[in-house]
Nanobody
């Protein structure tokens, strides 16, 4: 089973950018659809962006569409989340996750493997 480790979080001012990385171990990375989720204090974990095992069909939550970009590098076993024009409401712990289903899903319960999370804080 793949293991996931996120990095790249931090503190940034509103309007700034961050790039999150999710490094996957194991030779089965290419068999997983990948997703980014986030969870703010007192709120449920929510879908942010997802990408299929082939790197196609990226899908975004409405709240981040046009500002965030998900991508994956098969050679590096890594998924990225480029976050631009950050807002204070983007503040959360960000998690990457892997799921082995046929169709990319936004439901957290369908994801099989999770990273430990990385904190993103956007100051106003």
């Amino acid at each position: 089973q793949v293991q996931l480790v996120e990095s790249g979080g931090g503190l940034v001012q509103a309007g700034g950018s961050l790039r999150l990385s999710c490094a996957a171990s194991g030779r089965t990375f290419s068999t997983y659809n990948m997703g980014w989720f986030r969870q703010a204090p007192g709120r449920e974990r929510e879908f942010v962006a997802g990408i299929t095992r082939t790197g196609g069909s990226p899908y975004y939550a409405e709240s981040v569409k046009g500002r965030f970009t998900i991508s994956r590098d098969a050679a590096k076993n890594t998924v990225y989340l480029q976050m631009n024009t950050l807002r204070p409401e983007d503040t959360a712990v960000y998690y990457c996750a892997a799921e082995a289903g046929v169709i990319l899903t936004t439901r957290p319960s369908r994801y099989d493997v999770w990273g430990q999370g990385t904190q993103v804080t956007v100051s106003s």
